[in-house]
């Protein structure tokens, strides 16, 4: 197992693990325990940054459905090194901070921290999968745990909200990406990115090439919130504040941006990549800085903020690609510019907006609020959270000495140079998007000064203010200073990450361009000189500066949109005619009624076998060969067919139950005569133990109806009827006509012998060619038998249970002793009929194998010597005398018979395999011993068990 | 004798449809019931009836019954009573609880 692996599989590890290590240490908070995992995670990737660095892969694969061409294969590349050092170094940072964010006693910690570590592994699991089905697999799982974090207050309507939204929206976008994946299966052959990457020419030149692309887009876009699937990000700031700077801005959300960097390659050189990649992302840009401007919360203008970052890096990306329409030389190196502009700013953004989202959160612990018409003047209040604000602002606006100005710079350096482009038909375009660039910046510029000043200067409003406002505990702190303190560390000395993780990114990002050996020369430098980009910048600083001092008077970008047609207006139509449209749909047949389901089952029935034999020509029958009807069984079948018509017009629930019966004897009867003597056997007990079972029913049952339902009711119900029995009639006539194919029996009576040792056939095929069905038969029994008990003691009114109690004790009557006789015949034969009973019951359960019996009857016949124990002698001595849990007996049973068939697992045969031999016993001689014998008793101990477990549960019950 | 079982297959098989789809939770348990019985004997019909003698090899008969739906028959008559006890015990806690039998009545609201 390599250490990628490991590396995976310890979150979710660790997810199982630390609600039990939390029982065993119950004093110190479980983030402590949790907060191992990312940092032994990020320590193991920052070991891998040098042989990375020097061009070498790691890559590991155990196989998972091989003929599906579905395996765990992880592959470390610069870029998924870069997206592991993030997803564990912000992990453990935000694990950190949650630890005193959240209170351990008022919070479900536990389950947070579950879902945490879940979202972690999923997360190292998307960008390490090579494999696109584990890629896909992953990629749900991070909306699944981003879906529980969210609804983390679950209470809370909003969370609930929010949760579901962005669930719905993106994983309906991971179901497209899916779609794609499988596109790329039918093109290449493959599921593997690497291979896919081998196989270039096939897939560039299939038809289902640019299908594939714009789904995989649809999953990137959705995941990493562009415009127009960018509405869920907003509301799932419903969740704890670590949780939005973890998932919903530093790693989660930019799955979607891993996603088309790591399908650049694939794609890039296609124009229809570039446009819609570049302009999504420049529109989601500028359309979230526009809106960021906007807000009151703090934390849903970081939101929108956040959906304006991930839109530059997506337009970036876009930009980067065009240097595959170059090749080779300085004109595509000139382009790829844009790409490490990309994923320098990636990390940037990680550190600045992690800073400023646990800001928020402290602010919104230390005051009570985040709205800022409500904030102001928390300068000299908090001036350790100021300073981090201050940091942070200034570098997501921008501004020297800061990382976020660095990659700011580069941004618009990318802007610039994508005019130089000749070879696009839309020219003109191009020009629009330094326009754009520099338009988003202003308004990035404005929203990062609105979140500094109007929460930490202007006048203190102490009275809106539900607590008085106070500095954060250090704990609390570590975690944005040293955000903070990288926010500087990058700007001043970028070239520390340059060497490190943006060049093997990009090698990875653009691997057609280097020969081997090669690799990008990155060297990001302060001062350019007075380039454009630094006038750019200067015009930024100046207009946003008067558009912020101004930002309370103008409506444009001060007021919150108020429109009847918004994107989440439809998104909750939708969803609600959705709902109601399903819903229609749904209850026009789901009526509720027994009635109406028994009817669709029966008219299908009727409609399917009948059309199935018009069309099999099925319809001949050949009455030659039939059976001679003597005098007797003409009787039989005219007393079975008097009884079973008798029963729907009796009006007396006790004659009902005896015609029932009596069909039941006359059906033991036709097996006695077709030659059946297990089945009569077996019918036979069953008919009497049944009848005991009505009888001990039947005090509580309630009477028949007088009422006679209405003709149309009972004509339509005689007509279904009547259709499923002549339909009947016709499959018995037919199938005992005719014969298409070969049957199984004759091999089960040439070999039942030979195989399996024994003359009775039907055993036979019961507990050795069949073993398995009844091994599940008995199981299902169990089941049913566990289900009667748990529905008698079921309390389902606990209240009325109150009531109904001391009646009964009053009563003291159980159905046993109301039906108990104090007959002395019926308790003196009992005593010698009992033993007879059962020994004929252990007879009948030795023979089974050659002759009539087996487990089935001679646990049934034993059951019927416990029954009439307990009605001759009451339920106290019944107890006395045999003092058998016979839930346990059923138990027992079960594994019996189980152990008997992985006993097979040791002489390496399939599970239930038996064998037999013959051996010379003391008394009895030879004797033929089977291993099916062994799982018969298992049946014969689960069938006493189970028959005795529904018996005296019923019996003992009021 | 075929023709007899076929003809009384069918009538059994009306009867517990019949029942089954009847108002009162008892006559639908008694048509279960019923259908058991309709298709145990409809099993044994399809693969003839009286061809020779039980399936026990120790009989060294000439030709043997088809051993094969009276295996299936066996299991069925078994899990059967099973079902048939749970839906007993269904029925009347169902209506110790609700104090009806009719189906109708029965019905489940919606959730919301």
């Known amino acids: 197992m390599s250490f990628l692996l490991i590396a995976v599989f310890l979150p979710f590890i660790g ?50 459905i091989p003929s599906l061409g579905i395996s765990i294969a992880l592959y470390l590349d610069g870029l998924s090194l870069l997206f592991s050092l993030l997803i564990t170094g912000i992990g453990a940072l935000v694990v950190l901070y949650s630890i005193f964010y959240l209170d351990k006693k008022k919070e479900a910690i536990n389950s947070f921290y579950v879902y945490l570590l879940l979202f972690m592994g999923a997360m190292l699991g998307v960008v390490l999968s090579d494999n696109l089905i584990v890629l896909y697999g992953f990629w749900e799982l991070t909306s699944i745990s981003s879906f529980l974090l969210i609804a983390f207050w679950h209470q809370r309507e909003k969370s609930r909200y929010g949760a579901l939204k962005s669930m719905l929206i993106t994983v309906f976008g991971g179901l497209s990406m899916l779609a794609g994946f499988v596109m790329f299966y039918v093109m290449s052959g493959t599921f593997s990115i690497r291979e896919i990457l081998g196989s270039l020419d096939i897939v560039t030149n299939h038809s289902l090439f640019t299908p594939a692309m714009i789904l995989v887009l649809i999953g ?159 300068m000299s209040f908090m001036p350790i959270t100021f300073s981090i604000a201050l940091i942070g602002t200034f570098s997501m606006a921008g501004l020297p000495p800061f990382n976020g100005f660095l ?40 929203y990062s000064m609105v979140l500094l000043f109007k929460t930490f200067r202007g006048p203190i ?57 090669e690799r990008f020369l990155v060297s990001i430098h302060f001062w350019h000189g007075w380039t454009t980009e630094i006038y750019m910048t200067i015009g930024v600083i100046l207009i946003g500066t008067i558009l912020f001092k101004l930002h309370h008077r103008l409506k444009l970008i001060s007021e919150p949109i108020v429109r009847k047609v918004t994107l989440n207006n439809m998104y909750d139509g939708g969803l609600y005619l959705l709902n109601r449209f399903s819903k229609g749909i749904t209850n026009g047949y789901m009526t509720g009624s027994i009635r109406h389901y028994l009817i669709y089952i029966f008219v299908f029935l009727i409609i399917s076998l009948s059309y199935t034999m018009m069309q099999s020509q099925s319809m ?35 004659m009902a139950i005896i015609l029932t019966g009596t069909a039941g004897y006359m059906v033991t009867l036709f097996f006695v005569i077709f030659h059946a003597p297990d089945l009569a056997l077996t019918q036979m007990i069953v008919e009497t133990v049944s009848v005991t079972l009505f009888l001990l029913c039947f005090y509580h049952l309630p009477k028949l109806s007088k009422k006679i339902a209405p003709l149309r009711f009972r004509l339509s119900n005689f007509a279904i009827a009547a259709g499923v029995g002549t339909v009947m009639t016709l499959i018995a006539l037919s199938a005992s006509g005719n014969r298409s194919f070969e049957s199984i029996s004759d091999f089960f009576l040439k070999e039942s012998y030979h195989l399996a040792g024994g003359k009775n056939v039907v055993n036979v095929i019961l507990v050795d060619f069949r073993g398995f069905d009844t091994m599940l038969e008995i199981v299902v029994l169990a089941i049913a038998s566990f289900g009667i008990y748990a529905m008698i003691k079921l309390k389902l009114d606990p209240e009325g249970e109150k009531m109904t109690l001391p009646k009964m004790s009053s009563r003291g009557k159980y159905a046993f002793p109301v039906i108990k006789s104090n007959d002395v015949i019926l308790q003196t034969i009992s005593k010698v009929v009992i033993f007879i ?50 839930k346990i007996l059923t138990a027992v049973g079960l594994t019996v018979a ?20 013959h051996f010379m016993l003391p008394i009895l001689g030879d004797t033929e011993l089977a291993t099916a014998m062994l799982f018969d008793l298992g049946v014969y101990l689960t069938v006493i068990g189970i028959t005795m477990n529904i018996i005296l549960t019923i019996g003992r019950d009021e | 004798m075929e023709l007899y079982m076929s003809l009384a297959i069918g009538v059994i098989f009306t009867v517990g449809v019949y029942l089954v789809l009847s108002k009162s939770l008892l006559r639908i348990i008694l048509g279960t019931s019923i259908l058991t019985h309709g298709v145990h004997l409809l099993l044994l019909t399809m693969s003839r009836l009286k061809t020779g003698e039980a399936p026990l090899l120790g009989e060294k008969a000439e030709a043997y019954v088809d051993p094969l739906p009276q295996a299936l028959i066996l299991t069925s008559i078994v899990i059967s009573f099973g079902v048939t006890s749970f839906f007993f015990v269904l029925a009347y806690k169902a209506y110790q609880k609700l104090g009806t039998d009719d189906m109708e009545q029965l019905r489940g609201k919606d959730d919301e």
């Open chain 1, 15 to 64: 997810a199982a693990v630390s609600p039990l290590l939390q029982k065993l240490i119950s004093r110190t908070h479980t983030g402590w325990i949790v907060l191992t995992i990312p940092v032994l995670l990020f320590a193991f990737f920052m070991g891998q940054i040098t042989s990375i660095q020097n061009g070498s892969s790691i890559s590991t694969a155990i196989p998972w």
């Open chain 1, 220 to 378: 990137a876009f959705t995941k990493s919130a562009q415009f127009p699937f960018h509405i869920w990000l907003p509301d799932a700031m419903e969740a704890p504040t670590p949780v939005s700077a973890y998932l919903h801005s530093a790693t989660m959300v930019k799955a979607g941006l891993y996603l088309v960097a790591r399908f650049s390659p694939v794609f890039s050189g296609e124009t229809a990549w570039f446009w819609l990649i570049s302009f999504v992302g420049l529109l989601t840009m500028i359309y979230g800085s526009y809106r960021a401007m906007k807000q009151t919360d703090l934390k849903a203008l970081l939101a929108f903020s956040t959906i304006s970052q991930l839109g530059l890096i997506m337009s970036l990306l876009g930009l980067g690609s065009a240097a595959a329409f170059y090749t080779g030389g300085t004109d595509s190196l000139f382009y790829t510019k844009a790409t490490m502009a990309a994923i320098f700013h990636l990390i940037n953004h990680a550190v600045f907006k992690g800073a400023l989202f646990m800001v928020v959160g402290i602010v919104d612990h230390g005051t009570g609020t985040r709205d800022i018409r409500k904030l102001g003047g928390l």
């Open chain 1, 407 to 446: 990659s700011k710079e580069m941004f618009f350096t990318a802007a610039l140079n994508i005019k130089e482009m000749d070879i696009m038909d839309l020219q003109f375009l191009l020009v629009l998007v330094p326009v754009i660039a520099w338009i988003a910046s202003i308004f990035t510029f404005v």
């Open chain 1, 461 to 517: 409003q102490l009275e809106k203010l539900t607590d008085k406002p106070h500095e954060a505990p250090m704990g609390m702190l570590i975690s944005p200073v040293i955000f903070a303190s990288l926010a500087i560390v990058i700007g001043f000395f970028p070239n520390l990450i340059a060497y490190s993780l943006i060049e093997p990114a990009m090698a990875a990002i653009h691997p057609s361009m280097l020969l081997s050996g």
């Open chain 1, 620 to 654: 001949q029958f050949d009455f030659t060969n039939f059976a001679p009807t003597s005098m007797y069984e003409a009787i039989i079948i005219v007393v079975l067919v008097l009884s079973v018509i008798a029963i729907p017009f009796t009006k007396s629930r006790m």
């Open chain 1, 837 to 886: 009973i059962l020994t004929f019951s252990l007879y009948l359960f030795f023979a089974g194998h050659n002759n009539p019996g087996g487990g089935f009857i001679g646990a049934l016949m034993a059951s019927a010597a416990f029954v009439l124990l307990t009605m001759a002698f009451g339920i106290k001595t019944m107890r006395e005398v045999i003092p058998i849990d016979f």
């Open chain 1, 898 to 917: 189980l152990l008997t068939g992985i006993g097979s697992f040791f002489v390496k045969a399939p599970f239930l395999s038996h064998s037999f031999g």
